[in-house]
T-cell receptor, first 111, second 113 residues
Framework: ETGVTQSPTHLIKTRGQQVTLRCSSQSGHNTVSWYQQALGQGPQFIFQYYREEENGRGNFPPRFSGLQFPNYSSELNVNALELDDSALYLC??????????FGPGTRLTVL | QKEVEQNSGPLSVPEGAIASLNCTYSDRGSQSFFWYRQYSGKSPELIMSIYSNGDKEDGRFTAQLNKASQYVSLLIRDSQPSDSATYLCAANAGGTSYGKLTFGQGTILTVHP
């Protein structure tokens, strides 16, 4: 167990809807990174938050946005959901942008 | 060209054998490298990290890094059926991309009794 938690575990949405995914980082960790993992692929970096500031972003459109709170927990928001957004969303926690430990993930299905 | 490439496998080895997993990367600025294990339907679990050229051993696992050849490998000795999983190689780039992990597509390992 890494101490990183995510909610919800599973989620089903319809195309065009909005979704918010949540992550609580491991105690003592101040950095949260979000990844999208499509079936059969490796995780793709969405963005990272370090001490409440965005600290790097991958090749994802602006409808993917995030927040980090003072307690270092984080949210990932996705607007105008598309079918291709169906994936496992992973949150990774670390102390500064170093070795990252993953939470259990949220499985998002867009119909 | 993919930034991190792995043989997708599947790689099948008998119980007790050595499993060898390979990974190449294209960004010479990459500074640290990680191997994660992912069981079906679960999230990636960190196995090893390696930062310097050479070998790093942890129990049955040995990671090898050759920055000149841009090559990372993971050896699993005395393979067990419980080692059957997808193994993900990841590189952490330096500079402004520091903190971003770039993953390969994973190698599926099956250890048969």
């Amino acid at each position: 167990e890494t101490g990183v938690t995510q909610s919800p575990t599973h989620l089903i949405k319809t195309r065009g809807q909005q979704v918010t995914l949540r992550c609580s980082s491991q105690s003592g960790h101040n950095t949260v990174s979000w990844y999208q993992q499509a079936l059969g692929q490796g995780p793709q970096f969405i963005f990272q938050y370090y001490r409440e500031e965005e600290n790097g972003r991958g090749n994802f459109p602006p409808r993917f946005s995030g927040l980090q709170f003072p307690n270092y927990s984080s949210e990932l928001n996705v607007n105008a959901l598309e079918l291709d957004d169906s994936a496992l969303y992973l949150c990774a926690s670390s102390l500064a942008p170093t070795t990252q430990y993953f939470g259990p993930g949220t499985r998002l299905t867009v119909l | 060209q993919k930034e991190v490439e792995q043989n997708s496998g599947p790689l099948s080895v008998p119980e007790g054998a050595i499993a060898s997993l390979n990974c190449t990367y294209s960004d010479r600025g990459s500074q640290s490298f990680f191997w994660y294990r992912q069981y079906s339907g679960k999230s990636p679990e960190l196995i090893m990290s390696i930062y310097s050229n050479g070998d790093k051993e942890d129990g049955r696992f040995t990671a090898q890094l050759n920055k000149a050849s841009q090559y990372v490998s993971l050896l699993i000795r005395d393979s067990q059926p419980s080692d059957s999983a997808t193994y993900l190689c990841a590189a952490n780039a330096g500079g402004t991309s520091y903190g971003k992990l770039t993953f390969g597509q994973g190698t599926i390992l099956t250890v048969h009794p």
